[in-house]
């Protein structure tokens, strides 16, 4: 039987109650078409430990490998594209660790099985580095980090340019939502309807995918 219930102090002090497989499955399930779509993008505000997140990049995954299987270059490109299409917040900082890593060992099996010894290492660093931009430890209600030194909730946009290079902004959580409810129009569309992007609170160069883990290193 699945563990719905951590502790009851955890469940007094911030309503903490995991949802069951099943019931993550059945939820998905209404919106299927666009959990196996690779580029479709998920933001969980209150993610625990990645029950939904991590059943949604199964799911890319086994499109990923269905589609890509047969080219390492190509499977490891719209893996990294499945991952970083994944956001999450929790208030709590054991879930969070605990996210990232369910996350990127989904990730790391079914790329190991798929490539073996000729599986990169840079790959997995990318995905790791891209769960440690995604994976918020923070408050949705305050639009802050969580921790000594609270600060402004910042996601980064990750878009692919020309094949493997990718283009990082970084927007504040608090501005996306002040622009989505002024402008009601989508943001980060994957589907070219009209949008409306904020002004991003910083700009990276293009970067091979794999490669985004260095960037802030130079």
Not at 58 to 66: F, P
Not at 75 to 102: H, M, P, Q, T, W
Not at 157 to 182: C, I, Y
Request: proline share 3%; with cysteine; hydrophobic share 40%.
């Amino acid at each position: 039987m699945e563990r719905q219930v951590v502790s009851k102090q955890r469940v007094a002090d911030h309503g903490e109650v995991l949802t069951g497989k099943r019931e993550v499955n059945a939820m998905l399930d209404l919106v299927k078409q666009e959990t196996e779509r690779i580029e479709s993008r998920f933001l969980e505000t209150a993610c625990g430990t990645g029950n939904f997140l991590t059943e949604i990049l199964d799911r890319k995954l086994r499109v990923v490998e269905s589609r890509y299987g047969k080219s390492q270059l190509e499977y490891e490109r719209n893996a990294v594209f499945a991952v970083y299409s994944i956001c999450g917040i929790d208030i709590l900082e054991d879930n969070v660790l605990e996210c990232r890593k369910r996350l990127f060992d989904i990730f790391d099996q079914k790329y190991t099985i798929l490539f073996k010894e000729r599986a990169k290492d840079k790959c997995r660093d990318a995905v790791k580095y891209i769960l440690e931009r995604n994976i918020i430890w923070g408050d949705a209600l305050t639009l802050k980090t969580a921790g000594e030194n609270p600060q402004p909730i910042v996601f980064s946009e990750w878009s692919p340019v020309n094949g493997s290079m990718l283009k990082r902004r970084d927007f504040t959580f608090h501005g996306l939502l002040d622009h989505a409810a002024m402008k009601e129009l989508p943001l980060f569309s994957d589907l070219g309807e009209d949008v409306f992007i904020p002004t991003p609170l910083k700009e990276y160069p293009l970067t091979h995918f794999l490669e985004v883990a260095d960037v802030e290193q130079q």
